[in-house]
């Protein structure tokens, strides 16, 4: 879904076609998305690791 498209105003040219490809809004989303996803894998390996040594 293109966010930007013609058929929900966000564009200004009368011409433009419907979405169909990806927008740069759907590729930070994305983006923001898999940084989260690394970031908690990274923080769960810090406590594993943490926990491990504490109570080991």
């Known amino acids: 879904m293109d966010l930007f498209d013609a058929g929900l105003g966000g564009r200004d040219e009368p011409e433009a076609e419907s979405g169909g490809g ?24 810090w406590a594993q ?3 491990s040594a504490v109570f080991s």
Do not use: P, Q, R
């Open 49 to 51: 690791d943490l926990f």
């Open 22 to 45: 990806c927008s740069w809004v759907t590729v930070v989303i994305l983006g923001i998305f898999l940084l989260l996803a690394v970031l908690i894998h990274t923080f769960f390996g």
